[in-house]
């Protein structure tokens, strides 16, 4: 007794099979795509990232500066205080 299997099934077995097949390709570079569209929008996240911290970076540098360029003349009114009341002193 022979096993016979319905033509309508084979055919609809191989549809699905070429179907899947065909597909594959498409999948496949729609996968690398997404892929590559997320890593671009992690190095544009990261570049931002690291924009805002050099950004807070320069901004403390430049307080910095100023505080310094601030404190000159207190500093040099301390040394001449410190001089004035060594000279004192000395006498």
């Known amino acids: 007794m022979p096993d016979h299997v319905n033509h309508q099934v084979t055919d609809a077995v191989t549809q699905v099979n070429?179907?899947?097949?065909a597909e594959a390709p498409a999948m496949a570079m729609g996968s690398l795509y997404q892929t590559a569209s997320h890593s671009?929008?992690?190095?544009?996240t990261n570049a931002v990232n690291a924009q805002q911290q050099l950004n807070m970076v320069a901004q403390a540098a430049t307080m910095q500066g100023v505080?310094?360029?601030?404190?000159?003349?207190?500093?040099?009114?301390a040394i001449a205080i410190a001089r004035m009341l060594q000279a004192s002193g000395d006498t």
């Open 18 to 21: 070429v179907k899947v097949v």
């Open 40 to 44: 671009t929008g992690l190095m544009f």
């Open 67 to 77: 505080i310094q360029m601030y404190s000159i003349d207190t500093v040099s009114d």
